[in-house]
């Protein structure tokens, strides 16, 4: 969770890999990126930043569900910057490179992220058995 160390304002909320996690999920950003840090709601990487959490979650809880009983979502923030990090146990490590050419979801991901001038990178638990995937976008 390295990615988020720079940014000063940073939450961590830890559900069940289940499907109303992500709606959690985005009413937990919607909360704490609003009316705890001030992210205009309104800013042109808002919008997309919550789709892109919220197809995290749905692909965490639709394929990490068995290994990974938790998902944890770790929202951060800097002056220029909003950040997460959706985080499961399963072992599979995606490539953010190849996510243009991936499902619906992660292509989506991709594309977004791409126009919005952001990144995406995967970082692996240090045992291999789990992995972080960050979001960095200009705000």
């Known amino acids: 969770m390295k990615l988020s ?15 109303a996690s992500v709606a959690l999920a985005r009413r937990t950003a919607e909360m704490i990126y609003v009316d705890s840090w001030r992210i205009n709601p309104r800013h042109q990487a808002f919008g997309p930043a919550l ?12 394929h ?3 290994v990974s009983p938790q998902v944890t ?6 002056p220029e910057t909003l950040a997460f990090g959706v985080h499961d146990r399963h072992p599979h490590q995606p490539d953010p490179a190849r ?7 992660l292509r989506l991901i991709a594309e977004l992220t791409a126009e919005l001038c952001g990144s995406c990178t995967v970082l692996r638990d240090v045992d291999g058995g789990g ?9």
């Open 5 to 19: 160390a720079s940014l000063p304002f940073r939450s961590v909320l830890v559900c069940p890999t289940v499907p």
């Open 99 to 105: 996510f243009a050419d991936g499902p619906g979801g």
């Open 51 to 62: 789709l892109m959490l919220s197809e995290l979650v749905t692909n965490t809880v639709r």
């Open 131 to 139: 992995k972080t995937i960050w979001i960095s976008l200009p705000i």
């Open 73 to 78: 979502v770790t929202y951060a923030a800097g």
């Open 64 to 66: 990490a569900a068995a």
